[in-house]
T-cell receptor, first 117, second 116 residues
Framework: AQTVTQSQPEMSVQEAETVTLSCTYD???????LFWYKQPPSRQMILVIR??????QNATENRFSVNFQKAAKSFSLKISDSQLGDAAMYFC??????????????FGKGTHLIIQP | GAVVSQHPSWVICKSGTSVKIECRSL??????MFWYRQFPKKSLMLMAT?????????EQGVEKDKFLINHASLTLSTLTVTSAHPEDSSFYIC????????????FGPGTRLTVT
């Protein structure tokens, strides 16, 4: 079974600074996807960034970027120029790629990100 | 685009009764829908996967007879919690995926269930 581990229950960062959230995962599959989701107090899950395992290039989305280390099974999220609106729970998630798309997500336990003004 | 709704957003029911939660894809056809459960300040756990017109596939440890899932159309899936008990109180989130829309799953806003 796949597992996703987020070892930082809570992180705090000053506004405008950079913060990195850690995630490791365990799988025997070679084809899969990794995601970072944001869950604000509204509890609506918001996709932050996605990484395909077959891509060596790290994904970036504006202020958000990942460091994907496939051999180490590590998938960290870097948030640059942190903003107050970034405060939320962040979940790392894994999805196997069986080809049919009917695979659910396996989530880590989450990291609560606090932005200090 | 890619909007998923859930109804109701919050429901309170008495122990022993059944409650139905709806998940709708509003602007796309959802070939697959997923149901997750989230305890307070905890992660999301996949409960089951349903494909339109097929029986749902439940994750290990999830009681099929307690959590009935129906995916009768390409835009609607329902989760019925039967004979609810206080320990079933939780936040239930659905997500939907379209075969035409790539790898993403689109999440609904969730339903808070409180069983008294």
């Amino acid at each position: 079974a796949q597992t996703v581990t987020q070892s930082q229950p809570e992180m705090s960062v000053q506004e405008a600074e950079t913060v990195t959230l850690s995630c490791t995962y365990d799988t025997s599959e070679s084809d899969y996807y990794l995601f970072w989701y944001k869950q604000p107090p509204s509890r609506q899950m918001i996709l932050v960034i996605r990484q395909e395992a077959y891509k060596q290039q790290n994904a970036t989305e504006n202020r958000f970027s990942v460091n994907f280390q496939k051999a180490a099974k590590s998938f960290s999220l870097k948030i640059s120029d942190s903003q107050l609106g970034d405060a939320a729970m962040y979940f790392c998630a894994y999805r196997m790629d069986s080809g049919g798309g009917a695979d659910g997500l396996t989530f880590g336990k989450g990291t609560h990100l606090i932005i200090q003004p | 685009g890619a909007v998923v709704s859930q109804h109701p957003s919050w429901v309170i029911c008495k122990s022993g009764t059944s409650v139905k939660i709806e998940c709708r894809s509003l602007d796309f056809q959802a070939t697959t829908m997923f149901w997750y459960r989230q305890f307070p300040k905890k992660s999301l756990m996949l409960m089951a996967t349903s494909n339109e017109g097929s029986k749902a596939t439940y994750e290990q440890g999830v009681e099929k007879d307690k959590f009935l899932i129906n995916h009768a159309s390409l835009t609607l899936s329902t989760l019925t919690v039967t004979s609810a008990h206080p320990e079933d109180s939780s936040f239930y989130i659905c997500s939907a995926r379209s075969r035409l829309a790539g790898v993403e799953q689109y999440f609904g806003p969730g339903t808070r269930l409180t069983v008294t």
